[in-house]
């Protein structure tokens, strides 16, 4: 088995940068500051801590520090204080950036500075204090900037009451909410806002339509303010509006209006919400636009070509959407394009290098995830072309690695997934951008080699390395220190692991699966567990004990160290690996007792110990054992003893159902490299007998429910307790010993879609209630002692022959034996309506496995990961 690639790649070009603040202000022959005035900003002064970590912006600096108690200093000249010229009143005050720490209460001297028209405290740290009622007291308040500066809670309605407000930021500030009063009410009673920043803001409701009365905006951003419903459009065409964000609100829907040539909008920042609709044609009269951003979104048709005539463009951002058909040429005349991402869209065509030269600014160009052909002819070798820090020609059809790489050396992302490049990786890749690549991902291809045997890749930044699904031959090679995400799977390789891989003291993804790795496991892998979190060897050929992998404070979720030949008992330290969701120990060769104290792993929810010398009674449980549990493979060991039932009521994951979204269980991380905040995910892959066929999942379904228990000396009755796992889909207790009958409670399990009782000496009638398992795909209970009539109907018209041979007592359809009561039993009804749309339903959910799969499958090989890195818009802690 080899690698799938799939990744999607959403990049934001634009961080916020805490602008410079220098508010000094200018004391020459105004009248001094009032006493009163100076007493309440000394007060101030006091009430808070300067802590240097309190502000992130990097030029911050503690404004307060010159502010002096002594002497008769007028306060008016003061950091960040400004008066008015002639009644000496402190007007604005502009502490931001200025390292102050503490909670803000309302006897704060900030609310006596009655006169203040503006107020910054941008970028401090107020202890998650609420913002007051008291700021009403600043009735004369314009301005007001408390963006990134750790408030908390409701925000007041005396904010919204400030009869002369203009602008309003209050950015950043997670935990802050608007609810009561809501947005609605803000857009009712600030109706001269020029000026609106609530980015993070918890607004949760559906989009008021009174936003388009605020007809002096200029300036409007909700991004992440948990927005619903449809976006009143008229926004849009608000006579001043130039900068439009509503990101990150996935909720959102909406689409795009035809735009005027008299709009000033400067940029139109949409992703990920779910606006759908045609960039309409009229998109090319925003002559001012410079930054269109509707990536991860629902948008479709073509690309209008009317988009070269916005030349003003910068940023193009058209990722992730469902655009179908060619990239018109137009584009290629935008020479201020610096990012363009076309990624992940249904976009084909040829594009030639040459047509990229005329870009000359572009440093970000994506056009991965489509079916684009790149035509990289060798003439162009000896021009100019742009310098890219980022490039994704993933799956573009490249047969070679693009001539014009070599001449480049600011690349800090480069992907070429998923192309037909055949042979060894070129020496000059292994040279190239040595301080600045962060991420090189090579995965999908025909790569065989490298040009030495022990390759050290010289990136001194590099971050993830991926080399998956190729055809590499040869010892493992070693990336640098700076990695964090290894990814080799789905090659040739071969050789045993170097012991050098562990002083790689960051790594937190290590894949190898899918190889010729052999030799021993090198112990020191332990030592790896405070900074790795995912283990991944299934399918070489280690032998050997298992080494102890978990120490304590171990980062380890996954270890899938399945299909090798590894001996011995499972190491006992695996019980500190706290955080451990799935461990796959499945075809080795372990001889061991049931592993209950793995019970104690709190969030362990995969637990796969298939086809290994298991034996054993497994007992009661001590304590509440496995309470995440959901998928539970023992099958093919020599397990003896009763069912585990007792276990039964404490596997809390398998009692409830859960029919939330279709999500995957994965491993989620984000880290902070230079500008940017990075999200990569890695989804968990399992093999499981599946309807009677050995099968690879890919991807694993959140709330997918299993037990194994096939193939072991299991005897005693099936318990009617087993009713209690309401969630379980898949139940195969085949090739065992069981005796008595079939519970007849087995029909108040649901969701169940496969069910195995096959090859045991289960005795009595198949109970009729079974047909009420509407869901059930696979019945089979062959070779068994079974009597009776053969319940009919429902899905038990779909099940064959094959389901319920050799039960010499069975009888009725599909068996060629007849009951003795035939005329009596009722005809087989049709799936009812109900049935077939629930059914269609579920379907619908294995179609998404089985479209992954298909569409993935690389050299018919398939493996399970999937990468998202993405970069935020901010550099919120
Ligand atoms: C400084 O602020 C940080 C939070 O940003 C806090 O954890 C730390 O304790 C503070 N230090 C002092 C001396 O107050
Ligand atoms: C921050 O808030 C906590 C809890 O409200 C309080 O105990 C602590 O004293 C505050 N710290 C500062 C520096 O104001
Ligand atoms: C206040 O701070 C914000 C964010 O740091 C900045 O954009 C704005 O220009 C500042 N306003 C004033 C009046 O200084
Ligand atoms: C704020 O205004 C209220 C009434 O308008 C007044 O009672 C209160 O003292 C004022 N607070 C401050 C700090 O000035
Ligand atoms: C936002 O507020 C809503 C309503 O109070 C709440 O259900 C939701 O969990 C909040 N979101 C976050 C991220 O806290
Ligand atoms: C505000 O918007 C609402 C809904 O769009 C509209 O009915 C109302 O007339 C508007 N009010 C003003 C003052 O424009
Ligand atoms: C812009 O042009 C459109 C159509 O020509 C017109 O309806 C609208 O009123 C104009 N807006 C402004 C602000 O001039
Ligand atoms: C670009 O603008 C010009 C003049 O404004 C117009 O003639 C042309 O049709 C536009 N091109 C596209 C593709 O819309
Ligand atoms: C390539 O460019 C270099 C320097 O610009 C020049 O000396 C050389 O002759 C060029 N080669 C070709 C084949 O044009
Ligand atoms: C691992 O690192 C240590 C110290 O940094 C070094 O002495 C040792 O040689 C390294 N081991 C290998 C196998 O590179």
């Not at 892998?525 to 405070?530: A, D, Q, T």
Request: charged share 15%.
């Amino acid at each position: 088995m080899g690698p799938l690639l799939h990744y999607s790649l959403l990049k934001y070009l634009l961080f916020v940068i805490l602008p410079h603040l220098l508010t000094q202000c200018v004391s020459s022959m105004q009248r001094p500051c009032l006493h009163s005035e100076r007493s309440a900003l000394l007060q101030l002064k006091e009430s808070f801590i300067l802590n240097r970590s309190a502000s992130s912006y990097s030029l911050a600096y503690a404004k307060v520090g010159s502010w002096k108690l002594e002497g008769q200093g007028d306060c008016c000249s003061w950091n960040g204080v400004e008066c008015d010229d002639n009644t000496g009143h402190v007007i604005g005050l502009d502490l931001s950036s200025s390292f102050l720490y503490g909670s803000i209460d309302s006897n704060n001297g900030l609310f006596q500075l009655h006169h203040l028209r503006r107020l910054n405290l941008s970028d401090n740290h107020f202890n998650y204090s609420k913002i007051l009622y008291a700021i009403g007291n600043l009735s004369r308040l314009s301005q007001l900037y408390l963006s990134f500066s750790r408030f908390s809670g409701q925000i007041p309605s005396q904010v919204l009451e400030l009869p002369k407000l203009v602008i309003l930021d209050l950015s950043g500030n997670i935990g802050l909410e608007l609810q009561n009063p809501s947005l609605k009410s803000l857009a009712k009673k600030l109706v001269n806002l020029k000026y609106l920043n609530l980015d993070e803001v918890n607004a949760s409701s559906t989009i008021p339509q009174n936003l388009a009365n605020l007809s002096y905006l200029t300036y409007l951003s909700l991004a992440n303010c948990e927005l619903r419903g449809e976006f009143p459009i008229k926004v849009f065409q608000l006579p001043n509006l130039q900068y439009l964000r509503v990101s990150y609100n996935p909720y959102l829907t909406g689409g795009l209006p035809e735009f005027h040539k008299n709009s000033s909008i400067e940029s139109l920042k949409l992703a990920n919400t779910g606006f759908s609709g045609q960039l309409p044609k009229s998109i090319g009269n925003l002559k001012s636009l410079s930054f269109l951003s509707v990536g991860n979104c629902l948008f479709s048709g073509r690309i209008p070509s009317s988009l070269g005539n916005v030349t003003q463009l910068i940023i193009l951002d058209l990722g992730v959407n469902k655009f179908w058909g060619s990239i018109p040429q137009s584009i290629f005349t935008l020479t201020n394009l610096e990012g363009l991402d076309l990624e992940d869209n249904q976009l084909s065509g040829a594009i030639k290098l040459e047509s990229l030269l005329n870009l000359k600014n572009l440093k970000s160009l994506q056009l991965s995830w489509n079916n684009f052909s790149l035509l990289t002819t060798s003439a162009v070798m000896n021009v100019t072309v742009p310098k890219f820090r980022w490039l994704t020609l993933g799956s573009c059809n490249l047969f070679e690695f693009p001539n014009f790489l070599s001449g480049q050396d600011e690349l800090e992302f480069l992907d070429l997934s998923r192309n037909k490049i055949y042979g060894l990786i070129p020496k000059w890749i292994w040279g190239f951008c040595a301080q600045t690549l962060q991420v090189l991902i090579l995965g999908g291809n025909f790569l065989t080699g490298f040009h030495q045997a022990t390759v050290v890749p010289p990136w001194t930044n590099l971050r993830i390395l991926d080399l998956g699904s190729n055809k590499l031959r040869g010892f493992l090679p070693i990336p640098p220190a700076s990695i964090y995400h290894y990814l080799v799977s789905g090659n040739l390789l071969t050789g045993e692991i170097p012991s050098m891989i562990c002083n790689l003291t960051s790594i937190t993804t290590f894949d190898l699966s899918h190889n010729n790795f052999s030799g021993t496991l090198p112990p020191c892998l332990g030592n790896l567990s405070s900074s790795l979190s995912v283990l991944n060897l299934q399918n070489n050929s280690f032998h050997g004990p298992i080494p102890q992998t978990c120490k304590k404070g171990s980062k380890l979720r996954m270890i899938d160290i399945s299909q090798n030949q590894l001996d011995g008992q499972i190491p006992r330290s695996l019980v500190n690996c706290n955080m451990l969701e799935i461990l796959n120990l499945g075809n080795n060769r372990i001889e061991d007792t049931f592993p209950s104290w793995l019970g104690r792993l709190p969030e362990l929810r995969i637990l796969i110990l298939r086809h290994n010398g298991f034996h054993g009674a497994i007992g009661k449980p001590k304590t509440k054992e496995f309470p995440k549990l959901q998928i539970f493979d023992l099958s093919f060991n020599k397990f003896t003893g009763h069912l585990p039932s007792r276990h039964f009521p404490i596997w809390k994951a398998m009692k409830v159902v859960d029919v939330g979204k279709l999500r995957y269980l994965q491993a989620n991380f984000s880290f902070k490299v230079t500008n940017y905040d990075w999200d990569f995910s890695f989804s968990y892959s399992m093999t499981m007998i599946n309807k009677g066929m050995e099968t690879e999942y890919y991807r694993i379904q959140e709330f997918l429910a299993a037990i194994d228990l096939s193939s072991n000396r299991f005897e005693g009755c099936i318990p009617e307790d087993i009713q209690i796992l309401k969630a379980i889909q898949f139940l195969n207790l085949s090739n065992n010993l069981l005796s008595g009958p079939i519970p007849s409670s087995l029909a108040s399990l649901t969701e169940l879609q496969s069910l195995d009782l096959s090859q045991n000496k289960l005795s009595g009638e198949i109970p009729q209630e079974l047909v009420e398992l509407t869901f059930l795909e696979f019945f089979n209970v062959s070779n068994n002692q079974l009597i009776g009539p053969i319940p009919q109907g429902k899905q038990f018209a779909t099940f064959e022959n094959n389901s319920f041979k050799g039960n010499p007592g069975l009888c009725g359809n599909p068996l060629s034996k007849k009951c003795y009561s035939e005329g009596s039993s009722p005809p087989p009804p049709s799936l009812s309506k109900k049935d077939r749309d629930s059914r269609s339903w579920l379907e619908f959910g294995w179609k998404v496995v089985l479209l992954g799969y298909g569409s993935g499958l690389v050299n018919g090989l398939v493996l399970g990961y999937s990468f998202n890195p993405m970069k935020h818009k901010w550099f919120v802690k």
